[in-house]
């Protein structure tokens, strides 16, 4: 191990033993991971421009901003979000053309026009900067949100997804021929009317470790539901897919090259979409990485699987701040 790499390991590991006491404690006596029907009993909308801007947020104190993956919403973060609310205001809201969101039929989905959309929550918050942690597509977005407004961003928690020129990631693009035929839908609908297949490597379940443990009725409502609600959304959730193209993140890596604040990059070994050897170019591109750290046994949305993963990984890296 390189001596850079062994001093931000011991580092990242001494600073979470530092504060595994509060962790443990707040954990488990305050807060704990919202059920279904209390994230939508907590859920707000706030009107952000043309959009209904939905989220929910648990704790108190600076804001740690989690962004959800295709085709997921806040829902993700629930088990992360408990962990550390207790001292973070942890908010995570839904994308455009995802989740409980709302957006004119015309809305922009691309990266870009996400992350203006977050960064403009985050005005009519009152939110002045944020700890960012992101999965799958989010990562990319988080990446234009630090390249355009790096002051927002106090630290940047980034697992699996899209990088560089992977995005859409090659692993992706079969998915979105059938976007192009407008047979995403039918997909999405399919794991409403049958879990089996939702939990199945036909399904979402080929992105989960352990499908059958997380994907219950109620989280495959939650996530699918919204999605195929009115003819508006059914062609949104598609939509969201093919506006990765034209892909806006090579252009930005200079901007990256120049941020000044901790990232860290947990990453699933092996995954399919998103291989390792991103996580390594972006250890090499942020002048102030942490490093990485990779988990085995894990798919792309283990987030949601390891949630106390996470949340010390989170607790790790703010110490760096």
């Not at 597509?137 to 697992?159: D, F």
Request: charged share 20%; hydrophobic share 45%.
């Amino acid at each position: 191990m390189l001596r850079r790499d062994f001093l931000i390991h011991s580092g990242l590991l001494a600073a979470a033993a530092a504060l595994q006491p509060l962790y443990a404690q707040d954990d488990t006596s305050r807060f704990r991971a919202f059920t279904s029907s209390e994230f939508h009993a907590a859920r707000q909308f706030v009107q952000v421009g043309p959009d209904k801007v939905a989220f929910v947020e648990q704790g108190a104190g600076d804001v740690a901003l989690f962004l959800h993956g295709y085709p997921l919403n806040g829902f993700q973060w629930r088990g992360s979000m408990a962990r550390l609310a207790s001292i973070r205001r942890c908010i995570a809201p839904d994308l455009r053309g995802l989740g409980y969101t709302d957006a004119p039929a015309d809305a922009d989905l691309s990266p870009h026009a996400q992350a203006a959309m977050i960064i403009a929550l985050l005005d009519k918050l009152g939110v002045r900067d944020v700890d960012l942690i992101s999965n799958d597509s989010a990562t990319g977005i988080a990446q234009l949100i630090i390249a355009s407004h790096p002051q927002r961003v106090r630290s940047w928690l980034a697992t699996n997804g899209d990088v560089q020129t992977n995005s859409p990631p090659a692993a992706l693009l079969p998915f979105l021929e059938k976007a192009r035929r407008n047979e995403v839908p039918a997909w999405f609908e399919h794991h409403l009317t049958d879990n089996h297949f939702a939990r199945s490597h036909d399904g979402i379940g080929n992105a989960y470790h352990d499908p059958d443990r997380v994907l219950t009725h109620d989280v495959i409502e939650t996530y699918f539901r919204p999605l195929v609600s009115s003819p508006k959304r059914r062609q949104q959730g598609q939509q969201y897919g093919l506006a990765m193209f034209p892909n806006p993140l090579p252009a930005i890596e200079p901007a990256l090259r120049q941020f000044q604040r901790p990232v860290r990059m947990v990453w699933a070994r092996d995954n399919e979409l998103f291989p390792d050897r991103w996580a390594h170019w972006l250890d090499q591109t942020f002048p102030h990485s942490r490093g990485i750290r990779f988990v085995d046994d894990a798919q792309l949305f283990f987030p949601e699987e390891q949630p106390e993963l996470m949340a010390g990984e989170a607790l790790a890296l703010w110490r760096f701040e």
